[in-house]
């Protein structure tokens, strides 16, 4: 239940408390994402992954539109024989997500608890974003700050694994994939409001749910 995250959030804090309660009118359940910097992407391929598990049109589309991401980061000069080995782990996953080889929900749930096998799914969504970062670089440029280039942001703070990330990287994964994201915020704001919610890209429809507190993300169903 939604509930249970109390005991990790400030449980003597009313402003945390209400906001939790208030999620439970929306939000059914809450699944928590190992906090290691990687919370982000994780808790997006779990979820999205679940999704495309029940709807086997939707995986196609995925299916199709995946496949043709490898290519995209080849041109755009990511290296071709590192690219290859988390394309290929990414595509492994995926082609068992419908179709005559589909794996059930608990495989998916081992999948993401083994190590090897989901840090290289969170490789390639990292690539992913830093791809569609670059790729529209006069866009996302206004939200970095600093000197910095897109390419130096992406190398420093998207690619490697452990980084943290924010609205930035979930608009571009969310472009780059073509899945709605939708991400709860529960801060400390007016005890009074509703915690704040954003969809990525704008006016999306979300596929994904999650519920962000401070440096973390974890899932949320409806």
């Given at each position: 239940m939604l509930m249970v995250v109390t005991a990790q959030s400030?449980?003597?804090d009313p402003i945390y408390v209400n906001k939790l309660t208030k999620l439970t009118n929306v939000y059914h359940s809450l699944r928590r994402v190992r906090p290691d910097g990687n919370c982000f992407y994780r808790g997006f391929g779990f979820s999205?992954?679940?999704?495309?598990?029940?709807?086997?049109?939707?995986?196609?589309?995925?299916?199709?539109?995946v496949m043709g991401t490898k290519d995209q980061l080849i041109s755009q000069g990511f290296p071709k024989f590192t690219l290859e080995d988390f394309f290929d782990s990414f595509m492994e996953v995926v082609n068992r997500l419908g179709g005559e080889s589909k794996m059930d929900a608990e495989e998916l749930y081992r999948i993401f608890?083994?190590?090897?096998?989901?840090?290289y799914l969170v490789v390639y969504l990292r690539l992913v974003t830093s791809g569609q970062l670059q790729k529209e670089e006069d866009?996302?440029?206004?939200?970095?700050?600093?000197?910095?280039?897109?390419?130096e942001f992406c190398q420093q703070e998207v690619e490697p694994?452990?980084?943290?990330?924010?609205?930035?990287?979930?608009?571009?994964?969310?472009?780059?994939?073509n899945v709605g994201i939708r991400v709860v915020y529960l801060d400390r704001g007016e005890i009074t409001t509703n915690p704040p919610e954003h969809d990525f890209p704008e006016d999306c429809i979300?596929?994904?749910?999650?519920l962000y507190r401070p440096g973390h993300y974890d899932i949320l169903y409806k």
């Open positions: 400030r449980m003597d999205y992954f679940e999704r495309l598990l029940e709807n086997e049109d939707e995986w196609k589309k995925f299916k199709a539109l608890n083994d190590s090897g096998t989901s840090d866009f996302y440029q206004n939200f970095l700050e600093g000197d910095k280039s897109m390419k694994m452990y980084r943290e990330s924010d609205h930035m990287h979930a608009i571009a994964l969310g472009s780059g994939l979300p596929s994904v749910y999650l």
